[in-house]
Every structure is written in structure tokens, then in C-alpha cells.
């Protein structure tokens, strides 16, 4: 075989490629592509500037010594207060808005996916292509699931950016484990996006009319939003402490207090004695009832980044059983 003849069968099987089904779901989905990169680069752009911003004000106006909260000070509190008032509720505002992408990411980019093709008939076209049904599934599902990676990713990686020094600053002035900034950053948003793209494919797989899968993504994806929020705290082991002569939970500042109670003589967790409440010597109250010390159940602040892929994986098992429940119902139908 002639060099000239390698390269001519080489070009024709790329243009192929290129042409093949992969090419079309593309295009088919190009316009959401675009739009999203658009908006993730610009969120990106933005991000960059605001982090510059805050480390520089950080700088400027000697806040290391108040880092994480740990000066107790006026002055202290007051410049937080002013740094959080300029740096803190415009990342907050957007931090919020970000938990919204997966749920657009699953409504226009997964209810439709498949929901339009059955709706309208096209898919019947598959048939008569030299394509399986198999292949034709994992292209439908396989690209815009890569596109949803590629745009939660570089949201999820600009919003980590801009968040960071200002949550090191703020320490439990802005809660690390709140919703807001948890869902907004890190992993669990290219997590929640991708499960929430993949329950809508799958809905539209089911009831097969795309208005109808896009509003069952909503309610649906809103509940398992819900369920994963109550999970949250139980998918990382949490530390316990004990501490005697105190009535404040033993925890750090910057801790996610789950759990705090008294501690009787014997170490026995007991319940809070409510008339102690208007006793003018709580101290001495406590004690009279045999209450010596207190006791919590926390995730410290290193948790985070654990409980960030706790909740990316258990995101990642439901879409995994999402994409075999789909598999499942496209070999049964056969229109």
C-alpha cells in the first residue's frame, strides 16, 4: 500500500467520524453548548477578578490577624463586618444562583434529550441507519453528559476560586457547611449537575413528551436535592467530644455543631434541665441537678472537601443506576 493511498483511507475514515453519529448529537446540542461555555467563561472571568479583589483588600487592610474569626476584638469585628458587607453578599448572591444550574442542566439539556426524539418520531430514523439502538442511546446520553462535566466544571473550579479567601477570612462569620456555599463549589456541582441531567434523560425515556419530562426533572430533582441535603451530615464519620466544668458545646468556631447536650457526674448524656434557663446562677444549677460538663457531635471545617466527594458520589451511584434504569427501558421499548 503507497503512502498516498494510507493517507487518503486515513482522511476519508476521519471525515467519516466527523460525519457520523457522534457529529450529529453534537450538533444537536451545539447551541446549549455554546450558550453554556459562554456563561461558564464569563463566570470564570469574573471569579478571577472578585478573588484578585479580596485577596488584595485581605492585604490592604491587615485582616490576617483576624483570619478565621479568631480575633474576638472590635476593630476586629467591625473590619470583618466591612469586608463582608463588599466581598461576602455579592459571592453569596451568586453561590445561590449556581445551585440553579443543575437544575437548568437537567430541564433543557436532559428532559429533552430523549423526550424530543420520541415525542416528534424521529428516532425512528435510527432504524434505518446502519446504528444500533445501543449506539444511538450512548451518544444521546454520552455528549451532552460531557458537556455538562466540562460546564459545571469550570463554574464549579471558578466559584472554589472565588470563594476561598473570603471564606478563610470570614471563618464563622460565613459558615463553611451552609447550603449556599456548599452546593456552590468544588465537586458536588459537576456532581449534582451530572445527576440531574441524567434523571432528566431518564424521565424523558419514560413519559416520552418533553414538557412533561422537563417539569417532572423540576419536582423530581428538587426532592432528590432534598434528600441528599438530609444525607449530608451522615455520609462523613463525625468527631464526638466531651469536656467537664463548661456549659458551651466543645466544639471549634468553625465546626458544623450537629448535635450538643449536657454530661451528667458519670458521663451520661442527659437532658437539658429548662428551669436551670432562669436561674441567675446557671452554673450552679447545673451542677445541683448533677450536670458537670456538655458534650457535641460536629464536622470540623477539613471535613469539607470529605463531604464534598461523599456527596459527589452518591450523585455519581444515583446516575449510575439512573443511566441502567434507562438502558433498561430502552431495550423494552420497541416502537
Not at 478571577?48 to 488584595?56: E, P, R, S
Not at 453561590?95 to 430541564?107: D, S
Not at 476561598?164 to 470570614?170: E, I, N, R, W, Y
Request: hydrophobic share 50%; net charge positive.
Amino acid at each position: 500500500m503507497s503512502a498516498a493511498t494510507y493517507r487518503t483511507r486515513t482522511a476519508v475514515r476521519c471525515r467519516l467520524r466527523m460525519r457520523g453519529l457522534t457529529w450529529l448529537i453534537w450538533r444537536q446540542n451545539r447551541t446549549a453548548f455554546l450558550i453554556g461555555m459562554t456563561v461558564a467563561g464569563v463566570v470564570a472571568v469574573y471569579a478571577a477578578v472578585q478573588h484578585q479583589h479580596a485577596t488584595a483588600a485581605v492585604a490592604a487592610q491587615h485582616l490576617d490577624a483576624c483570619r478565621g474569626g479568631r480575633a474576638s476584638s472590635t476593630e476586629c469585628t467591625r473590619d470583618l463586618l466591612a469586608f463582608g458587607k463588599e466581598y461576602q453578599y455579592p459571592l453569596r448572591r451568586v453561590l445561590q444562583a449556581v445551585l440553579l444550574l443543575p437544575f437548568l442542566i437537567g430541564m433543557f439539556l436532559g428532559g429533552p434529550q430523549f423526550a424530543q426524539e420520541l415525542e416528534s418520531g424521529t428516532y425512528r430514523t435510527v432504524a434505518t441507519q446502519s446504528v444500533t439502538r445501543l449506539r444511538w442511546f450512548a451518544a444521546k446520553l454520552g455528549v451532552p453528559l460531557v458537556m455538562t462535566v466540562v460546564i459545571s466544571g469550570v463554574i464549579g473550579a471558578a466559584m472554589t476560586w472565588w470563594w476561598h479567601p473570603v471564606a478563610t477570612v470570614m471563618g464563622p462569620l460565613f459558615p463553611w457547611h451552609m447550603w449556599y456555599p456548599f452546593y456552590g463549589v468544588g465537586p458536588v456541582v459537576v456532581g449534582l449537575s451530572v445527576l440531574l441531567y441524567l434523571l432528566g434523560a431518564t424521565l424523558g425515556l419514560f413519559l416520552r413528551r418533553t414538557l412533561a419530562a422537563m417539569g417532572a426533572t423540576l419536582v423530581a430533582g428538587g426532592v432528590l436535592v432534598a434528600l441528599i441535603e438530609c444525607a449530608r451530615p451522615h455520609l462523613w464519620p463525625m468527631r464526638t467530644a466531651n469536656a467537664l466544668h463548661t456549659t458551651e458545646p466543645p466544639a471549634p468556631d468553625t465546626a458544623w455543631l450537629l448535635a450538643d447536650g449536657p454530661l451528667s457526674r458519670d458521663g451520661r448524656r442527659v437532658s437539658d434541665v429548662v428551669d436551670c434557663y432562669a436561674q441567675t446562677d446557671f452554673g450552679a444549677c447545673l451542677k445541683s441537678h448533677g450536670i458537670i460538663g456538655h458534650w457535641a457531635e460536629y464536622h470540623p471545617a477539613s471535613h469539607l472537601w470529605a463531604l464534598q466527594w461523599a456527596v459527589t458520589g452518591v450523585c455519581l451511584v444515583v446516575g449510575a443506576v439512573l443511566v441502567a434504569l434507562s438502558v433498561w427501558r430502552m431495550r423494552r421499548h420497541s416502537d
